[in-house]
Structures are given as structure tokens and as C-alpha cells.
């Protein structure tokens, strides 16, 4: 997909009357095409968006040359909820949006949710309401609904894989974990899309599991609940990213 939008931003390009050659656009796999432009002595900085694995590889080959790099390499980012809240719901509902959005493909996306114990029961029942409401009553078509399909069948498979991991550490499903089956006859052909069902996770080791320390990249969030402050940052940092994080409070 993301090969295509390039494409798409060409027609934007010469749209607005950018001279051609200004911006160069060059397609093709990492190996052959990446590493070719990243070792070119003519390329001076380099912007990478992308997997963990691409971003060590272009740091190891790029850094002896002294380029300037910039690398966002995905985050499993925590969303920090203390229980100084007076308006829970939209607290609630602010969680629910940077869970979910894009079906959860962004790097940004709080993929794990941290809630102080005292609230955490009410949390998590209205974080599986406005889940409802906000996004699985309103998957399908993109083009007119507010939850769309993932990327690509292969990356469905992934995000499953993920869910099924989460089963076997122990994790309880409270929402979402499959695929929707579109039942009208207008939306039957969906079914050959890659959706998947807003997936709420509980009861799984903040510390140690896998689903809840990895990036999965998709519509797939776990719910843990902490004591105190330093047991919040704990949970946070026991992950090898550290893109990005925010933290629900009245109080700073």
C-alpha cells in the first residue's frame, strides 16, 4: 500500500507545478533499492519510517559514512489513566480513539493501556462500551464507515497471531479476537478484505508477555491495572521502544 500512495503523490507533484526532478521518487526492495540509496555517496540524510530490523541495518550501513539519520521504528506505547480524573468518560473515550484509530496501524497508536487499580473495573467497562460504540458498530467500507480493513491479508495473519499468543499467556478476550462476517448483501464482498474485530486484552503480564510488550500493529489493545506512580513507569519502559506515551491527570 504504501508503495501506491507514493505513486499517487506523483500526480500530486506535477499537479502544483513542481519542476521534475525536484523530487525523485524510487520504488523497489530493501536489499537492492534501500541499502542502494542509503550507502550512495550523494545521499546525505536519511528519514526512515519503518520495522526495527530495517532501521538497525540502515544504521549500521549509513553510520560509518556520517549521514544524517532519522528513524521512527514503531512503538508499543502505553496510555497512562490515574484515577484524579473528573470526567472518566472522556477519558475514556480519548483512550478508546488513540487505541483504535487507522485500526490501530499507527506508530503512535496507545496499544496498551495503564489504569491505577482504584478505577480500573469502571475503566475497563466503559473502555469495552466506547469501543462498541465508537469503532466495531461502525466497521466496514472505509470509504463510509469509521473502521476499516488492515493493510493486507499477510498482516491480518500477524495481528491474529498475536491474539492467539495472548491466549495462550493466559489473556482473557473481552472484546473483538476474530474476524466480522458482513451478512448483507451489499457488504458481502468485505468479507474478502482484511478486517478484524477492536480487540480488548486483560490478564496478561505487563512485564513479561509478549502481546503486551511487542508491536503488533493493529486493532489490538491490553488493559493492565497499577498500584502506584513508579509502578506505571515500570510497566511502560518494559519495552525495547520508546516512541511515544501519554498520561491521563489533573495533576503534573
Sequence with gaps: ????????LTDCILEAGIPAGVINIVQGYGKEC??????HADVAVISFTGGTVTGRR?????????????LELGGKNATIVFDDNHDLDATVQGAVRAAFANQGQICLCGSRV??????YEQFVQRFVHFTKVMFTSKIGDPLRSGFGSLVSLQHREKVESYVAIARQEGGKILLGGKRPTFEKDDEKS?????FYLPTIITGLDAMKSRC?????FGPVVTLHAFETEQQAIEIANAT???LAGSVWTKDL
Design 212 to 216: 503486551a510488550t511487542e508491536e503488533i
Design 240 to 242: 525495547e521502544y520508546g
Design 114 to 119: 495503564l489504569i491505577h487499580a482504584s478505577i
Design 1 to 8: 500500500m504504501t508503495p501506491m500512495t507514493a505513486y499517487f
Design 190 to 194: 468485505l468479507n474478502e478484505g482484511a
Design 34 to 39: 534501500g541499502e542502494s540509496l542509503c550507502t
Design 58 to 70: 540502515i544504521s549500521s550501513v549509513a553510520a560509518p559514512l556520517f549521514k544524517r539519520l532519522s
